[in-house]
């Protein structure tokens, strides 16, 4: 089971999607100043990123939306794909990541780079990662929910807590190079979240090509996506039959997996975590 994961200072990742080298790479990455990253703990809306932020950033154009996988058009920062992929991409480059804030590179910390920072009801996350643990072969078997979720409060899960990733993207340093936004708001307005995230980048697209990206953008059309809906993973990797990664996508499907009580346990170790800070959602 060890192998299936690598330990890098302290925070546990696939070995599928990251190498010694890759992190290598992340840390001597040269960050551009028109970089966009958007950033996400695991299951709160990553691959929705990969989808929304090519057209945003270019106006309007879905090609590649259409012709390229997700996890090459808009590649991650720490997987071993980035090297070949972000050198030769065309400015301004949209990234994402799942790492915490401390494990960015060097040059990211004096570089004027914005960071879009998607945040998800963590009970809802935990539930899409239970799921997707279950269909994907590289990651652990998840065991019980009950003990899946043990491993989610107490850090033992890949990527670790998700108190502790929330609450390193809050750094005060980044100003106003940040912008907060939630899964459930982009699930309640769609097109008004896009147009924060546009007035934050800095860019315009026509009324009419703002439809077509909140077209593309909705569950139903990604999960018909063939290069979003990653039916081009084999079925090794990812078993489909017992999952789809684009599996529900709606807020509250943690209400048909916890009992009373887990959902108690979980509601105090969260609020406890997050009780010195005065961060406030949505779901609180
Ligand atoms: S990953 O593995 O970290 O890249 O996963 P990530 O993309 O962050 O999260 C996957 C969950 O996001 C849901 N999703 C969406 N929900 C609503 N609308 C759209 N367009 C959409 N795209 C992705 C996806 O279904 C996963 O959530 P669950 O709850 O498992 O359905």
Known sequence: KNDLNLLYKGLLLPRIAHSEESLQYLENFQVKDDDVFAVTYPKSGTTWMQELLPPLLNGGDLTSVQTVPNWDRVPWLEETRAAALLDKMSSPRAIVSHMPYHFMPATFFKSKAKVIYIARNPKDVAVSSFHFHKMANFLADPGTFED???????GKNVFGKWTDH?????????????LYITYEEMLEDLQSVLSRMLTFLGREISAEALDHVVS?????????????NYSLVPEDLMDKKKTQFLRKGVSGDWKNHFSPKLDAKFTAVIQEEMKETNIRFPWD
Do not use: A, C, Y
């Not at 899946?148 to 107490?154: A, E, K, R, V």
């Not at 929330?166 to 940040?178: A, M, T």
């Open 148 to 154: 899946f979720i043990d491993g989610f409060l107490f």
């Open 166 to 178: 929330v609450k390193s993207w809050r750094n005060p340093e980044l100003g106003d190079r940040i």
């Open 216 to 228: 593309i953008g909705t569950f139903k059309n990604m999960k018909n996506n063939k290069m979003s």
